[in-house]
């Protein structure tokens, strides 16, 4: 008997999309490719060089639970170097992408009726997370008159005691939106936890994308290698957490 939960998941369409293309492209047929969220250039030279040299040296087993230290080490520097935060390597938990690390965050912090707050509208796949961690999603609107921007009185409106988290994105899937430094500086004021998804960080053309980490500690930030580097197909991901979860998520990752 398939679970309620398997039966309920809605498809991510995008995905659908993509893969039926793929069949059309393998008829002959010529595709235009605008359904998936990653850039149109290939992967770059010097990750390709890595790869190689990774598995000439045999480096192909386990890692630690968290991820390899060397690179959590340099995703820390990363993190100083761009938003000027300091974070410890042993808050950085690597993920094969960021989907997994969504869930993992999301199944840390929910019990059953707990509510997640989102953008409406928002990336498709979080009603997925949020129910498959047993949790209630509530759908904040916001507005192309304001940019796409949360109008922060909204989001407080929403918050109840059985809030665990308020999951922004930015810039946005799939408004393409970037959250401003005074709309960040806003929702980090809020008590829940704040579950920052900026996986396209880097994709920035007017401005420049703030972290969540400069304005508050008491959040999750999910990011990755995807989008950025064009290593969607490679997945590798990462996310950061407060301190006192890492022992929980990192028993979920083993």
Same mark, same amino acid.
């Given at each position: !008997?398939?679970?309620?939960k398997?039966?309920?998941?809605? +498809?991510?369409?995008?995905?659908?999309?993509?893969?039926?293309a793929? $069949?059309? &492209?393998? $008829?002959?047929?010529? #595709?235009?490719? =605008?359904?998936?969220? $990653? +850039?149109?250039?290939?992967?770059?030279?010097?990750?390709?060089?890595?790869? $190689?040299?990774?598995?000439?040296?045999?480096? *192909?087993?386990?890692t630690?639970?968290?991820?390899?230290? &060397?690179?959590?080490? &340099?995703?820390?520097?990363s993190?100083l170097?761009?938003?000027g935060?300091?974070?410890?390597? &042993? %808050?950085?938990?690597?993920?094969?992408?960021?989907?997994?690390?969504? /869930? !993992?965050?999301? =199944?840390?912090l929910?019990?059953?009726? @707990?509510?997640?707050?989102?953008? @409406?509208p928002?990336?498709?796949?979080?009603?997925?997370?949020?129910?498959?961690?047993?949790?209630?999603?509530?759908?904040?609107?916001v507005?192309?008159?304001?940019?796409?921007?949360?109008?922060?009185?909204?989001?407080?409106?929403?918050?109840?005691?059985?809030?665990?988290a308020?999951?922004?994105?930015? +810039? !946005?899937?799939?408004?393409?939106?970037?959250?401003?430094?005074? *709309?960040?500086?806003?929702?980090?004021?809020?008590?829940?936890?704040?579950?920052?998804?900026?996986?396209?960080?880097?994709?920035?053309?007017e *401005?420049?994308?703030?972290? #969540?980490?400069?304005? *508050?500690?008491?959040?999750?930030?999910?990011?990755?290698?995807?989008?950025l580097?064009?290593?969607?197909? =490679?997945?590798?991901?990462?996310?950061?957490?407060?301190?006192?979860?890492v022992?929980?998520? %990192?028993? /979920?990752? %083993?």
């Amino acid at each position: !008997m398939i679970s309620e939960k398997a039966q309920n998941i809605k +498809p991510f369409i995008v995905m659908e999309v993509l893969e039926r293309a793929s $069949e059309l &492209e393998k $008829e002959g047929k010529n #595709i235009i490719h =605008l359904e998936v969220g $990653e +850039p149109d250039f290939d992967v770059p030279s010097c990750v390709l060089k890595a790869s $190689e040299e990774a598995l000439e040296q045999g480096r *192909t087993h386990y890692t630690h639970s968290l991820g390899d230290p &060397e690179l959590r080490l &340099e995703i820390c520097k990363s993190y100083l170097h761009g938003y000027g935060v300091h974070i410890l390597p &042993e %808050q950085v938990i690597v993920t094969s992408g960021t989907s997994p690390a969504i /869930l !993992m965050v999301l =199944l840390a912090l929910c019990n059953p009726g @707990d509510e997640i707050i989102v953008s @409406d509208p928002g990336y498709a796949c979080y009603p997925n997370f949020i129910a498959l961690a047993g949790a209630k999603i509530i759908k904040v609107p916001v507005f192309e008159e304001d940019g796409f921007q949360f109008r922060p009185e909204n989001i407080c409106s929403a918050i109840n005691s059985r809030t665990k988290a308020i999951l922004i994105n930015s +810039p !946005m899937n799939p408004t393409g939106n970037l959250l401003s430094p005074e *709309t960040l500086q806003a929702i980090s004021r809020f008590s829940p936890y704040i579950i920052s998804d900026e996986i396209y960080h880097g994709l920035v053309y007017e *401005t420049n994308a703030h972290s #969540i980490l400069e304005y *508050t500690g008491n959040a999750f930030v999910l990011n990755g290698f995807s989008k950025l580097y064009a290593m969607t197909g =490679l997945r590798l991901g990462y996310v950061i957490v407060p301190e006192e979860f890492v022992r929980p998520i %990192q028993k /979920l990752q %083993q």
